[in-house]
């Protein structure tokens, strides 16, 4: 079993940027590759970035430039460095690990104003 915690959500200013944690514990050995998700309220759950295990990145358009996925192995931890925010990337941000399983976080709220 894998456990996910995610932090570093919150409120800010269209323009801004926030710093999303997510620490994985548990049989981590497991885990091939790490995501975030985003999902705003009535909309279903959306890929917004991917990191392997090896170190390779993917990312959605939508946040392509603005948006670093990185990792610190020694510390189990996934980063999603968020710049230059909009109000439309207000949504819940979600830890994603895939393995021999599919693993989830809590979530964490990130709110843009305008």
């Known amino acids: 079993q894998v456990q996910l915690v995610e932090s570093g959500g919150g409120l800010v200013q269209a323009g801004g940027s926030l710093r999303l944690s997510c620490v994985a514990s548990?049989?981590?050995?497991?885990?091939?590759?790490m995501a975030w998700y985003s999902q705003a309220p009535g909309n279903q759950r959306e890929l917004v970035a991917t990191?392997?295990?090896?170190?390779?990145?993917y990312y959605a358009d939508s946040v392509k430039g603005r948006f670093t996925i990185s990792r610190d192995n020694a510390k189990n931890t996934v980063f999603l460095q968020m710049n230059r925010l909009k109000p439309e990337d207000t949504a819940v941000y979600y830890c994603?690990?895939?393995?021999?399983?599919?693993?989830w976080g809590q979530g964490t709220q990130v709110t843009v104003s305008a």
């Open positions: 994603n690990g895939v393995g021999v399983g599919n693993y």
């Open positions: 548990g049989s981590i050995f497991s885990i091939n590759a």
């Open positions: 990191i392997t295990r090896g170190g390779s990145t």
